[in-house]
């Protein structure tokens, strides 16, 4: 597999960035402004979030032709994942005294790495 271009690096942190806005500010949202719990104040960000970055991670990102649903069967897989050790992340770090949205970045932070691999290779292929 080839190195990816620097167009798409940049294509893939804006998604990234515009995606962890998303679902940063609904977990503050819903946690802080509205009283809701940790896990379900994640869940809503995340879920929110991931269904704009599907999207666009498949058109403009990787420029996917392949049929939708395989991409979608694939991304569905890798999300239940990415949502497990999101919470797993934001949970044991909060229940250790770190700040909500230190540990809601610090799970973006270490799951979007291993996602750019793992879209490129095996989701947007």
């Given at each position: 597999m080839k190195r990816p271009s620097v167009r798409t690096l940049l294509a893939y942190l804006f998604v990234g960035g515009l995606s962890y806005i998303i679902d940063l500010g609904l977990f503050l949202l819903l946690g802080r402004g509205l009283g809701w719990g940790v896990v379900p104040a994640a869940t809503v960000g995340y879920w929110t979030s991931v269904m704009v970055n599907f999207c666009l991670n498949r058109s403009v990102v990787f420029s996917s032709t392949h049929r939708l649903r395989r991409g979608a069967v694939?991304?569905?897989?890798?999300?239940?994942?990415?949502?497990?050790?999101?919470?797993?992340?934001?949970?044991?770090?909060?229940?250790?005294?770190?700040?909500?949205?230190?540990?809601?970045?610090?799970?973006?932070?270490?799951?979007?790495?291993?996602?750019?691999?793992?879209?490129?290779?095996?989701?947007?292929?």
């Open positions: 694939r991304y569905g897989l890798l999300l239940l994942a990415n949502y497990l050790a999101t919470l797993g992340i934001v949970t044991g770090l909060v229940s250790l005294g770190t700040a909500d949205a230190l540990a809601k970045t610090t799970a973006v932070a270490v799951i979007a790495v291993w996602n750019f691999f793992l879209y490129r290779a095996w989701v947007f292929r």
